[in-house]
């Protein structure tokens, strides 16, 4: 973990500021991105006041010039880009019938145009340098169906399809660039706060309430999944609650 370099997205809030914040203490270099600005200067001065690295950039990841652009200040701070870790994404689910279809657009504008507009950025580095290593942040509804989530678990399904494909292309190319997607369950974040539908989110506040987890638990296997050695890939982990709750 010493001296990576690592990007975040989606690092004002929950998982990826906790990520953050064990990751510098661990020694890296962290290149925060996230559409808040105040949240992420405040990160970047706790870390720092911690003794740890962090530089920070306002990130839209639905725009291609904003993930262009915090690569480029993660190479020119630090000269090179180790790991990105995708994981800006929103969960406004609700049934179909509801059709909030706002709501549809701006999930696939966020957790697959996000990832791919971020994958578009930092390919040509890692590929250039023979090496770099891509988490990404799914979740269990990229591996089951649930009511209510016919379009989050669709790009939460998409995720897990894209990194299996970048693990395999890398390993066919020879580019050596290792992957790793997370699926959590359930996490108490904000991400319940992104929900619009009243029912949707009343069951869902019902049921993390019950059987949520912490930021921290994602954080611990992200920097899992780096600490390993450079010849070994992690490629899928799912991280929730000990009781079955999906």
Known sequence: MKDKVIIITGASSGIGEVTARLLAAKGAKVVLGARR????????AEIAAAGGEAVWQVLDVTKQADND?????????YGRVDVIFLNAG??????????????????????????LNGMA?????????KSGHVIATSS????????????????????????????????MEGTNIRTATIFPAAVNTELLGTI???GTAAGMAALYEQVGITSDRIANVVAFAIEQPADTNVSELT?????QAW
Do not use: C
């Open 196 to 198: 619009s539908d009243i």
């Open 121 to 129: 950025a930092v390919l040509p580095v890692f590929i250039a340098q």
């Open 90 to 115: 929103i969960m406004p689910s609700s049934p179909l019938s509801a059709l909030r279809t706002d709501d549809w657009h701006d999930m696939v504008d966020i957790n697959i145009k996000g990832v």
């Open 239 to 243: 991280v929730g609650p000990t009781v």
């Open 69 to 77: 652009a915090i690569v480029k200040l993660a190479k020119d701070t």
């Open 140 to 171: 269990v509804a990229g591996l089951k169906a649930y009511p209510a989530a016919a379009v989050y678990g669709g790009t939460k399904f998409f995720l897990r399809d894209f990194m299996e494909i970048l693990r395999m292309e890398s390993a």
């Open 37 to 44: 600005e105040d949240r992420l200067k405040a990160l970047a």
